[in-house]
Structures are given as C-alpha cells and as structure tokens.
C-alpha cells in the first residue's frame, strides 16, 4: 500500500506558483483570494516570526550577542566556511564518484556530512559576517537547488549505496541546519519571495519523503534524527493539508523511541554519552517548538527528557566532566566528555540546582539559536547545587558508578558491564573495563574516537581499555565496517556480561561480574572491583582453565615501573598521582601506545589457574605514595600481610588496618583465640566493632564458613554473595 499523508510529492518539488494548493482551508481563508507567491511568502515570513525559536527580525542583535557571548567563534565559522566553499561548487554532484574542486576524490564520509549540510550553517553565518555579501547566500539556494535537481534527474545516492542522501539521519539533519539558515536569510532582500518558497517546497518534499520512508519504528538514533525533523517541520509549516499527519505519526515514532530507547534507569541504550546528549537535542528541538507555539505534548516526553539530564549527572565526575563510554566522537582522544553545555540546557528546561551544579553562564554555540532571550538571561544568575547522588547502578545499561563524593577531588570509578541487545553498533571491547579519577585527574582513562581514522579499530578493541585479556584474544571480535565505507566499523561479537553483585555500603563499594569472552579457549573469567571509601580501589581478576595459558592487565596511562617489581606509577604536574600495585607475582610488564596514548600489560605466563590481586592507590602528594623502597610497603594507611592476622591458604593475602581487613583466597584467619574457617578458599572483608564481629562477603558465589571461640564452635554461616551478616 502507498503510504500518503497528502497530495504532497516525495520525488519531486512542488513548483512555486503551485504551493498555494497544498494549503490547508484555514490557511487558505486567512489568505484569500488570489494567493499570489509575494502573499505566500510573506504569510510564512509572519509564521515564521511566531512559530520558529527566535523572531527572525532580531537576527541582528541576536548575532551580535552570539559574538560576544563566544568570541572566539568567528575563526571556528569562518574556516569551517572556507573548507566546504573550496570543496564543493555551488551546484554540487550528490552521487559517487565525484571529485573535490582540488581534483581529489570525495570518499563516503565526506558524502554523508555533504547531505548533513552542516557547514552550509557557517556560510550562512559567513553571509553575515562579510556584511551581506550576496555570493554566499546564492551558494545556499544555488546548492540546494543542485540537489532538487539530483532527485529529479535520479542522479544521487540512495539508501540501498549505504550513503544514502534521503536517508532518515542525514536529510534529519539537512532539514535542520536549512531550517536555521531560512530563518537567518528571511529578512534578506537578496532572498527572494521564489528563493524562500523554493526552500519552503524542498523542505515539504523532504517532510514527505521522511513520512513515506519510515512509517515502522526502526532502533537507533537514525530514525529518532529524521524524526525530530518531521515534527519541526510539522509544527513550522502547519498551514499544509495533512502535515497534521506528519505531527501525530513523527511524535507517535519518538514516543516509541523515548520507551524503547531510554532504558528503564535513564541511560539511552546507546551506552555512550556522545548519542545521549544527541538524542537529548533531538527531542529537545521539537520539546521547545511545541512549547513554544502551545502544542500539547505528551507527560512522558517531559519525564523521559529530564531523565536523560538525570542520568548525565549521576554519571559525571566530581569536576563536571564525564567518563568516554564506546562511540563517544566529539573530541578525538580526549579522555573525558564535555556535558556542560547540555547540562546547561537541561538547567533552563527544568529549573533544578542539581542540574545548574553543572551549568555555566553559556550554552554550547549550536544550541544559542535555539534559546529565547528569556532563557538565556537566566544564566547570569545559576542557582547551584551539589547533586545527592552517590554510588549508584544503571543495572539495564550496564554501567555501575563508585563516588566518594562531589568535592574536585573526591574518587569516582565507572565500570562497564553491559551489551545493548538491540544494537551494539557503538559497543567498544571493554566488557568489565573501568575508567576512575581522583585528585582532579583521569587516572584510568578511555580515549574518544573518530570514524574515519584508520586505526579506529584498534581503539574501539581492548588494547585502549582497562581490561584483563587472556593469550591475543580482544574482547571484540568480527569487526566489520559499514558498507558505505565511511570509516564507522562494529564488532559481530562481544562477550555477554553477567553482574553477580553490586552493593554500595558505608565503608565499602563492591562490583562482581563475569563475562564469556574468553569461553572459545577454554577459560573462565570474572572481575571483582572493591572500592575502599577514601582510600584505593582493589581490583581482582580471576582467571580458571584446565590448559595453560598468558594472562594479561591492561592500564591505560603513561606510568615507569617502580624499583619495587609490580609497582606502576603515573605522576600529573601537580605531584599528585596513581600507584597500581601487584600483590600477587607476575612475570613481566610491557608498554605500548599509539595517538600519544600509552598503556602497560601486566603478565602471567603459561598458567592454568591465576588471579591479578592489584591495589590502585590514587595519591595526592608525594608523602602519600606507596613507598617503592619498603619492604613492608604501607598502603594509604592499610598493612599487607600484618602478621597480626594469621591467615591461612597457599595464595591467602591480607590487607589490614587497626581492627578491620580484606583477606584473599583465605582458607582461615586467627585473631587472638577467635578463628574462621572456610569451607573453600574465600574473598571476605572483617572489621570487629562494640563486641562484634561483622563479616561482608567479597564473592559471587555463597561463603560456608564456621566460627570457633577457643577452639569451641560458636557458629556455622553460610553468607549470600555480596551480603554481611554480624556476630555477637
């Protein structure tokens, strides 16, 4: 069945004179008789004024506060103008091949960002920035009539290619940039009555096209981009017959998004923060038209959207900043995400302190022309507040976020354990990896990415993360890139996590998971995190097989290895730094890097059964340090091995201060005439307090374990995975 809304073509632009019978009958009436194109164009120029996110006649002073809130923009704009003014003619090829105005070939990727228009942005705002300078205005009409004339004449790439140039994200995103430069071009003798009907009937055709072509809900933030575009263009141009269709079908397909896609704990399924804060400015877009013109919108829109915020925050770093999670693509190699432009957003939608913690005075450049002055003079005066939000899980995403708290320098660790079942397209190979700062500082970082580097591959894969590995084997497997040869790549398998225990209390945090990446060669493999409120972090890494094999931690970070064999550091220009300490012994430790970025690898040889036993001790000064000269090394105030304790167990370690211990693979402890014995080998945490003696397990499995005072039994536990039990 051919799906319709209306009389509206999607292969063809309605011509000028004909635009008129699109009208719907209430528009006609306010029109009247005789609808010539000046009356038309001016009808949508008074629409435009009221439905669009600022009065196109304050353009002016709009611009000149732009400048002056972001003055170092017009370098940014002006060479982002002149590179697609020297690349492309103004009546472009929209199929490959074709070449560059250098005679270069134009690849995939440059295709894909052609049909995103979004540099067509910076040379409208170069128009304004030349004092009106005709040329590149007529570049915009002239450029977009290239492509009218493409689809008429069948000449340009098409969904089945890969690179489709009507596909559903990039003409989305077409119709949002052609958007923004009509509304900035409307006051513009230059730009004529026929130029601004031209765009008005190119923008119907593609509105029809992104109606007819997604007409089932499809996952991913494709559909949600073209979408969002449908809406905006259904709430702009509201005078034509059936784009109430448009309204009703494009807000059913995001509400469908909003459900299936933010995951019941706020985390858009995704799983990074780059495809979060976009899909944040999708729904925002047609959240502030709607808003703005008295379009009633669904409760769960406003719910889902601050959710998304939310969620920002109870991931952020102390310092307002946030973790790199897979396909984060903004700033190639960084090694944190910058939120506060979208927290700042989040701050004028809702009003909440907890979002205006990480506010500041300006949101980011894109997002200005779509504030009222109304909001933006809102952020002269941020009301801050420090979020409440501690140690918390995100159990459907996969994330597991370990706080200290939300002074700059306080810990935070973030651990990955999730696959989107739907569509891990922008899944990296860090399955149980974690990323940690403290001091201000990214102590475990992962690195951001861009598509179309060639070794993208490689920082997608679990060299770049903190990982355990097993032989050669990386966590993402099959890896294959998309078929339009843009660069973006995915992996055809990744392992499947399994989160035993996540148990937040007041001395400690605890993550235990596993995953089966390393089930093709015959080894079992689970993480155990231990975060000690203050102090370090424990990370243990087990591994089991029934043939040897190399075991491997990676650390991302520039460390030397200290006199003291198993002892990592990596020191910052402040002083301050992170001691990664082996308890357990190893053979050897290699470094390697790439893009400026280093990692070490942390060796086990030819060993059937072996656990990584490692303390990451961030310090803050130099006198906080591990000692790498002791022999009895002290860590952040906690003994290893304190002959106080006696522990019994072949690989039985303890970690101990005063009154209270983590003990390892522990097959007994002995305290005084008070004595544990364990069924099997166990991880536990002790601490004794007011006569008691309070026991929290550090494993994924159930502990057996019997007490004697004495040599006189006083009881038999058995304790659940994670759970503390207290004896008197």
Do not use: C
Not at 59 to 83: C, G, M, T
């Amino acid at each position: 069945m051919h799906v319709q809304a209306q009389d509206i073509p999607a292969d063809k632009i309605i011509a000028t004179t004909d635009l008129s019978t699109y009208l719907n009958t209430e528009a006609k009436k306010n029109l009247g008789e005789d609808i010539t194109e000046a009356k038309l164009a001016g009808y949508f120029r008074e629409k435009f004024q009221q439905r669009y996110f600022y009065n196109w006649k304050n353009l002016s002073s709009k611009f000149e506060e732009y400048n002056s809130v972001y003055p170092e923009i017009k370098a940014h704009h002006l060479q982002r103008a002149e590179d697609h003014l020297s690349k492309y003619t103004s009546a472009t090829t929209w199929k490959l091949p074709f070449n560059y105005l250098n005679g270069q070939p134009v690849d995939a990727y440059a295709l894909r960002h052609l049909a995103r228009q979004h540099k067509m942005v910076d040379i409208a705002l170069l128009y304004n920035y030349s004092n009106q300078d005709s040329q590149y205005l007529e570049y915009f009409t002239s450029q977009m009539n290239s492509l009218n004339n493409a689809l008429e004449a069948g000449n340009y790439e098409t969904i089945e290619d890969g690179n489709g140039v009507y596909e559903a994200f990039r003409s989305g995103y077409r119709v949002l940039n052609w958007l923004q430069i009509h509304n900035m071009f409307l006051g513009e003798k230059e730009y004529s009555d026929k130029d601004q009907l031209t765009t008005i009937a190119t923008l119907l055709q593609h509105g029809q096209h992104l109606y007819e072509n997604n007409q089932e809900f499809n996952p991913g933030n494709h559909q949600t981009r073209g979408m969002s575009a449908l809406a905006m263009l259904s709430i702009l141009f509201r005078d034509f017959e059936g784009t109430q269709e448009w309204y009703a079908h494009s807000m059913r397909l995001l509400q469908e998004h909003l459900s299936a896609e933010i995951n019941a704990d706020g985390f858009q399924s995704e799983r990074t923060v780059h495809y979060h804060m976009s899909d944040i400015k999708n729904y925002f877009y047609v959240y502030q038209l709607a808003r703005n013109t008295q379009l009633e919108v669904d409760s769960v829109w406003e719910e889902k959207l601050k959710f998304l915020f939310t969620t920002l925050a109870k991931i952020a770093y102390p310092d307002g900043s946030a973790p790199v999670f897979s396909d984060d693509t903004d700033a190639p190699w960084a090694e944190k995400n910058d939120i506060s432009g979208a927290m700042t957003l989040g701050y004028l939608l809702f009003d909440e302190p907890q979002l205006g913690f990480f506010a500041t005075n300006k949101v980011d450049p894109d997002m200005f022309w779509y504030l009222s002055k109304e909001q933006l003079l809102r952020l002269e005066t941020i009301e801050k507040q420090d979020p409440e939000f501690g140690s918390l899980e995100f159990p459907d995403t996969g994330y597991y976020i370990m706080r200290e708290g939300w002074e700059k320098g306080d810990m935070m660790m973030a651990i990955s354990a999730g696959v989107d079942d739907e569509k891990p397209d922008h899944q990296h190979g860090d399955v149980l990896g974690i990323q940690a700062m403290a001091n201000g500082k990214v102590l475990l970082p992962n690195y951001q990415v861009r598509y179309y580097l060639e070794d993208l591959e490689l920082f997608k894969n679990s060299l770049v993360k903190n990982v355990a590995l097993v032989d050669d084997e990386l966590q993402g497997k099959d890896y294959r890139s998309n078929k339009g040869g843009s660069g973006f790549g995915k992996f055809g398998k990744l392992p499947k996590p399994q989160t035993q225990v996540f148990k937040t209390l007041k001395e400690l945090d605890l993550f235990v998971g596993t995953h089966d990446g390393f089930k093709n060669v015959g080894v079992d493999y689970a993480r155990k995190v231990i975060f000690v409120k203050n102090d370090f972090w424990i990370v243990v890494d087990e591994f089991a097989s029934e043939t040897s094999h190399d075991y491997k931690q990676i650390w991302q970070g520039h460390y030397t290895l200290e006199i003291k064999t198993g002892l990592l550091r990596s020191t910052f220009e402040d002083g301050s730094g992170l001691d990664i300490f082996q308890l357990k012994n190893i053979d050897g430790i290699e470094s390697s890097g790439a893009r400026g970025k280093q990692w070490s690898v942390v060796n086990k040889e030819a060993a059937q059964n072996h656990r990584f036993l490692t303390i990451l001790q961030p310090f803050r000064v130099f006198d906080a340090r591990i000692d790498e000269d002791s022999d009895s090394p002290v860590i952040a105030g906690w003994d290893l091995n304190d002959p106080r304790w006696k522990i019994a167990g072949e690989e039985a370690t303890a970690v101990t201060k005063y009154t209270k211990g983590f003990f390892f693979s522990t097959e007994g402890i002995t305290l005084d005439t008070l004595e544990l014995i364990f069924e099997s080998p166990s991880d536990i945490y002790i601490e004794m307090k007011k006569g008691q003696l309070h026991l929290q397990s550090l494993e994924g499995k159930s502990i057996n374990v019997q007490i004697t005072k004495d040599s006189k039994l006083l009881k038999k536990l058995k304790i659940a995975p994670g759970e503390n039990t207290v004896i008197n």
